[in-house]
């Protein structure tokens, strides 16, 4: 896709729901979601948490639609265009809410995930499609972000892909068994999260650009002395 500003939202494992079952999700139902939307957080591609928004869900959807129908970014949507891309996002809120509510990550790609799914799953393929397209086209521009950086796994051998965002979910988690919070963190805890893994990502990528060879069970070490060093 060629003009958007908001495909930045992303867990995979999926069970799309409907979008009849999204249509009927009206009154006391939405402001149950949006009291639950509250307690969670996105994990970035650079590792940073920001708060879990529909609104964010809502933009990048309507800005697929409007890329593949051609529409300008200044035109008004049509009314009925418009209840399909809130249904939508209804749906794809509803599913997020009930991965996170058993203690799954939201992750920004785990929510373009199922972004595309739920497009797929009511229809809209040609959306999906060029919406796919749009996310690849990004990943390839994205030359020097951390996640082109290589960790090897346990074996020593094998190469993978650092992610910066299991960094800071691992981070967040420990805070949160340690303060025994079950609801939203606060915003401490999230200021105290992005810090610590700006901290060790940007210690990560300096010693692979000098480089120096990753290792999981080494990051893992760091993380903890970081913890550690926290209490």
Known sequence: MKKQTNHDMTTSFLD?????????????????????????????RNGTLVPFKRERI??????????????????????????????????????????????ACLTVEGIQDVVEVTLMKNGYHDVARDYIIYRDSRKATRKETP??????????????????MKIASSIERAFRRARNIE???PDEVVDAVNVLTKKIVDEMIYLSSQGEALYIDAVEDRIERELMSEK
């Open 16 to 44: 799309p729901v409907s979008l009849m079952e999204a249509s009927q999700e009206k009154g006391v139902a939405r402001k149950n979601i949006s009291s639950k939307e509250a307690q969670y957080t996105v994990v970035k």
């Open 58 to 103: 809502f933009r990048a959807i309507e800005a697929a639609f409007r890329d593949t129908k051609n529409i300008a970014e200044a035109a008004v949507l049509d009314k009925d265009l418009e209840a399909v891309i809130d249904q939508i996002t209804g749906s794809v809120v509803k599913q997020l809410l009930n991965l996170a509510s058993k203690g």
């Open 147 to 164: 996640q082109n950086v290589k960790i090897y796994r346990r074996d020593k051998t094998t190469p993978t892909r650092f992610n910066p």
């Open 183 to 185: 609801e939203q963190s």
